[in-house]
Antibody, heavy 121, light 107 residues
């Protein structure tokens, strides 16, 4: 079945780095744009970043621009989130999510992973 | 930047109809999507492009979007519908936007 599995979360010190991964299965990964969305404890959802199906375009929320980098390896059906210069306000559950339509990026997020917790303290 | 507003909470009696709103300037011109999130779980898409239900989502869930308000309607509300509900859309100036979320309580 269609599935996304995140990994790589943990505890980091302010100014430190972490790298998250999201492994996809059950669909043609190389045809879909992918997102990272985060949720701070007790707060709402916040879109973080998006990468086109072929990695040609990437977009970032202002809150992470210049510190976070999204990438993908279509041979491994995996996207990554490299998080540098971490701040306490980056503490959140990080979800990866699949764009609903192929070769697009402006649609609903139809499949979500279970999330991975990042704590900056 | 594009801003959207959701009520913090909505209550509905068991078996009655709940409405969750998402307000924004000319939101009727955008494609609005809705997600349900239960405690400790990932969000689940329940309505896409204003009115469409993904497979597996009950017909009790419906959506509309016009003017400055998009609406998620849950008919015959059940205890299992208790959750946080988020609207989401794409905006050319702000990129992907989520509403602040609405906590639905079924009494």
């Amino acid at each position: 079945q269609v599935q996304l599995v995140e990994s790589g979360g943990g505890v980091a010190q302010p100014g430190g780095s972490l790298r998250l991964s999201c492994a996809a299965s059950g669909f043609t990964f190389s045809s879909y744009g992918m997102h990272w969305v985060r949720q701070a404890p007790g707060k709402g959802l916040e879109w973080v970043t998006f990468i086109h199906y072929d990695g040609s375009k990437k977009y970032y929320a202002d809150s992470v621009k210049g510190r976070f980098t999204i990438s993908r390896d279509n041979s491994k059906n995996t996207i990554y989130l490299q998080m540098n210069s971490l701040r306490p306000e980056d503490t959140a559950v990080y979800y990866c999510a699949k764009n609903q339509r192929e070769y697009s990026g402006y649609d609903a997020f139809d499949i979500w992973g279970q999330g991975t917790m990042v704590t900056v303290s | 930047s594009y801003e959207v507003t959701q009520p913090l909470s909505v209550s509905v009696a068991l078996g009655q109809t709940a409405t969750v709103t998402c307000g924004g300037k000319n939101i009727g011109r955008k494609n609005v999507h809705w997600y349900q999130q239960k405690p400790g779980q990932a969000p689940v898409l329940v309505i896409y492009r204003d009115t469409n239900r993904p497979s597996g989502i009950p017909e009790r869930f419906s959506g509309s979007n016009s003017g400055n308000t998009a609406t998620l309607t849950i008919s015959r509300a059940q205890g299992g519908d208790e959750a946080d509900y988020y609207c989401q859309m794409w905006d050319s100036s702000t990129a992907w936007v989520f509403g602040g979320g609405t906590k639905l309580t079924v009494l």
